[in-house]
T-cell receptor, first 111, second 115 residues
Framework: EDKVVQSPLSLVVHEGDTVTLNCSYE??????LLWYKQEKKAPTFLFML????IEKKSGRLSSILDKKELFSILNITATQTGDSAVYLC???????????FGTGTRLTIIP | NAGVTQTPKFRILKIGQSMTLQCTQD?????MYWYRQDPGMGLKLIYY???????DKGEVPNGYNVSRSTTEDFPLRLELAAPSQTSVYFC??????????????FGPGTRLTVT
């Protein structure tokens, strides 16, 4: 059965700090890994990674995949209070119709 | 382009009542999903569909039913509501083809309380 494990479960930092969120996975027939941000409402898509070692970047957020070690990291630099959210990692299942989600990392930014 | 819309936003049900949660997407996506999210927990897949007329069970299908008569609509039916079904329900869709096959777009959610 496919598995996605995120760490830490929660993280509290001060505004301006840099954070690194981790996602490790065990999946049959890996296709891609996706990151989502969930504030108080529905998850919103951040990144999809398919190739090892290639960084995806959007503003202060960046993510990279290591297919050999089966993990991905999401970095957020110069954090702001608006970055407070739960960050979810997901991988498509073997049949590719479904996503297996991790339980998420709850990030809290203190002003 | 509204994306994925869900109705209602909130609902309180009594034990044993029935209701249908509506979900519509206007992106011509093939795949649609229903998730539930309990407080402080991750997303659990209830049912999913890879196209009109095709549905399949996810992790937690008991107590729910779905149908997919059109590409756009994917309603979720609760027949006999139980307190354990108190949760936030999210509908999602994804293209199911091409480079963005797995990128799921979520609706705003329905907060359901069963008392």
């Amino acid at each position: 059965e496919d598995k996605v494990v995120q760490s830490p479960l929660s993280l509290v930092v001060h505004e301006g700090d840099t954070v690194t969120l981790n996602c490790s996975y065990e999946v049959t027939n890996f296709r891609s890994l996706l990151w989502y941000k969930q504030e108080k409402k529905a998850p919103t898509f951040l990144f999809m990674l398919t190739s090892s070692g290639i960084e995806k970047k959007s503003g202060r957020l960046s993510s990279i995949l290591d297919k050999k070690e089966l993990f991905s990291i999401l970095n957020i630099t110069a954090t702001q209070t608006g970055d407070s959210a739960v960050y979810l990692c997901a991988v498509p299942n073997f049949g590719n119709e479904k996503l297996t989600f991790g339980t998420g990392t709850r990030l809290t930014i203190i002003p | 382009n509204a994306g994925v819309t869900q109705t209602p936003k909130f609902r309180i049900l009594k034990i044993g009542q029935s209701m249908t949660l509506q979900c519509t997407q206007d992106m011509n996506h093939n795949y649609m999903y229903w998730y539930r999210q309990d407080p402080g927990m991750g997303l659990k897949l209830i049912y999913y569909s890879v196209g009109a007329g095709i549905t399949d069970k996810g992790e937690v299908p008991n107590g729910y039913n779905v149908s997919r008569s059109t590409t756009e609509d994917f309603p979720l039916r609760l027949e006999l509501a139980a307190p354990s079904q108190t949760s936030v329900y999210f509908c999602a869709s994804s293209p199911g083809r091409g480079m963005n096959t797995y990128e799921q777009y979520f609706g705003p959610g329905t907060r359901l309380t069963v008392t």
